[in-house]
């Protein structure tokens, strides 16, 4: 079985534009969160989705945002980048976080802003 | 401004020897923690993870305490190997819709 897919897995970015991130969860699993992790860091929690609503935010600016879709995938996006957004953006998906807190994690999409 | 990563705590081992990772957490709340591997260029993975309600818990080669007095959980990793180099994160959650993720420790094997 496929595990977490994020795409794409580089993305090079100019300060002011826009970006959004993709992220398929293990076939199964309702929920997605999506973390940042700056280089020599933990990763710092940005959104918790499950069945499409919003769950949980994390202590981000409004550029950020992200939906669900019906399929359980998710998208992350980011408006008006910043030199800091610069990054290494995981998604981790969990099957009901209401019973059960196991979380998995993709592979991360990399992110660079010049 | 840009901003600077933080020096991450570094354990050098030889292998076969057994690896004993700490982390201090922040919320007397938290009720359900989890440790992870991540390897250069990769995700987090997981290991293993404990609930507040245990003070220990065992998988393969690995065993985690958690002592609640202190706030304070440990990863033990037994004979470590070559392939046990990695960062280590141990990560605490109330909810399970926020996870709050430590700072990190570097674990190297020498062979």
Same mark, same amino acid.
């Given at each position: ?110 992110l660079t802003v010049t | 401004g840009e901003s600077v990563g933080l020096h ?26 989890i440790w992870y591997k991540q390897e250069s260029g990769k995700g987090p ?13 065992? $998988?393969?080669?690995? %065993? *985690? ?10 990863l033990q990793i037994a004979a470590t190997q070559p392939g046990d180099s ?17 700072? $990190?420790?570097?674990? %190297? *094997?020498?062979?």
């Amino acid at each position: 079985d496929a595990g977490v897919t994020q795409s794409p897995t580089h993305l090079i970015k100019t300060r002011g534009q826009h970006v959004t991130l993709r992220c398929s969860p293990i076939s199964g699993h309702k929920s997605v969160s999506w973390y940042q992790q700056v280089l020599g860091q933990g990763p710092q929690f940005i959104f918790q989705y499950y069945e499409k609503e919003e769950r949980g935010r994390g202590n981000f600016p409004d550029r950020f945002s992200a939906r669900q879709f019906p399929n359980y995938s998710s998208e992350l996006n980011v408006n008006a980048l910043l030199l800091g957004d610069s990054a290494l953006y995981l998604c981790a998906s969990s099957y009901d976080p209401m019973n059960s807190y196991e979380q998995y994690f993709g592979p991360g999409t990399r992110l660079t802003v010049t | 401004g840009e901003s600077v990563g933080l020096h991450l705590p570094t354990l050098s081992v030889q292998e076969g020897d057994n690896s004993i990772i700490n982390c201090a957490y922040s919320n007397s709340a938290s009720d359900y923690f989890i440790w992870y591997k991540q390897e250069s260029g990769k995700g987090p993975q997981f290991i293993i993870d404990i609930r507040s309600n245990m003070d220990k818990r065992q $998988g393969q080669r690995v %065993t *985690v305490l958690l002592n609640k007095t202190v706030k304070h959980l440990s990863l033990q990793i037994a004979a470590t190997q070559p392939g046990d180099s990695a960062v280590y994160f141990c990560a605490e959650t109330v909810t399970g819709n926020q996870f709050y993720f430590g700072t $990190g420790t570097s674990l %190297t *094997v020498i062979p």
